[in-house]
């Protein structure tokens, strides 16, 4: 055999044990971190968004592994994954208003269920609930927080519509925040041109929790920051009726452009002081 069919194959054998041994240490790995250790009792978890969980993940507290994801699955007629948690038994003064998040390990690793204890002075018992929890973040939504949107509500008990129309939605999207108070309350559902009123109709669904908004609130195209995305706030009116199901706001305020920010810099001193729709609210189309 010649020196460089010796060498071939050396080379060859090597890259097959190293293949191999990453094999084999990928599997010891997975098997050490998800592995049963002893007797567990089961928690459930609602998330309204649960990524790429999987089933054997670990659940975690402060970082050291308390259990596993003993299944997945979706909520009959509900927009929710039940998740439930196997959690090891030596782990039993869990406090019951303690928070479930589902995390991911570093920048591309695997996600897991992190879990925050509570006050509350009762503890999760065997078919016990972790009623608090926040879903898998999604890499929009990181974005959207970066650039100082923030993400929207979880959504988790249901939602209503109520739609509002603008001249100039700038650049909102579907999927953009409806905040009140610099809260997430909802997300904007769909955004549509109007080819009779020539305006564009928005719909926003709103958190069922609040339900109290009053019906002659405002709805306004805001942006975070300079250059950050654009949400839907609310302000609230007086009036002592809530917007309902279906309802329409018609007092509404239009994004504002750059260009018109650098004319409004410019005229400062000449301004009228009336509003750039005309007077009116965008609303007052109808």
């Known amino acids: 055999m ?3 069919q010796s060498y071939a194959v050396g080379t060859g054998l090597f890259i097959v044990l190293g293949f191999a041994a990453l094999g084999y240490l990928a599997t010891q790995t997975t098997s050490v971190a998800n592995s049963s250790r002893g007797p567990s009792y089961t928690v459930e978890a609602h998330f309204a968004n649960i990524g790429q969980l999987k089933e054997r993940a670990p659940v975690k507290v402060a970082g050291v592994r308390i259990g596993q994801v003993q299944s997945i699955v979706l ?5 929710t994954a039940d998740v439930k948690l196997a ?3 030596r782990y039993d003064q869990i406090p019951d208003d303690s928070i479930a998040t589902i995390f991911t390990s570093g920048l591309l690793g695997d996600q897991y269920v992190g879990v925050r204890y509570g006050t509350s002075k009762k503890t999760l018992a065997d078919g016990g609930e972790l009623a608090l929890t926040r879903p898998a973040q999604q890499l929009e939504e990181m974005l959207g927080k970066f650039f100082g949107a923030g993400g929207v509500a979880d959504n988790l008990g249901g939602s ?3 739609k509002a129309r603008f001249t100039n939605v700038g650049a909102l999207s579907v999927g953009a925040p409806v905040k009140m108070a610099g ?3 909802g997300s904007v559902q769909s955004i549509n041109a109007d080819p009779v009123k020539l305006d564009a109709l928005v719909t926003l669904a709103i958190d069922k929790r609040y339900n109290q908004i009053p019906d002659d609130s405002a709805a306004a195209v805001f942006t975070s920051g300079l250059i950050g995305t654009q949400y839907v706030a609310i302000q609230p009116g007086g009036s002592p009726d809530a917007l309902k199901n279906g309802d329409e706001m018609v007092l509404t305020q239009s994004a504002m ?6 004319g409004k810099f410019l005229v400062s001193g000449s301004s009228s002081g009336k509003p750039a729709d005309g007077g009116k609210t965008d609303g007052g189309k109808h």
Do not use: F, N, T
Not at 75 to 79: I, L, N, R, S
Not at 257 to 262: N, P, R, S
């Open 87 to 89: 959690i090891d038994k």
């Open 160 to 162: 209503y519509v109520v």
């Open 183 to 185: 809260v997430a309350i």
């Open 75 to 79: 909520d009959p007629g509900k927009e």
């Open 257 to 262: 452009q750059i260009e018109d920010l650098i």
């Open 2 to 4: 010649s020196q460089r």
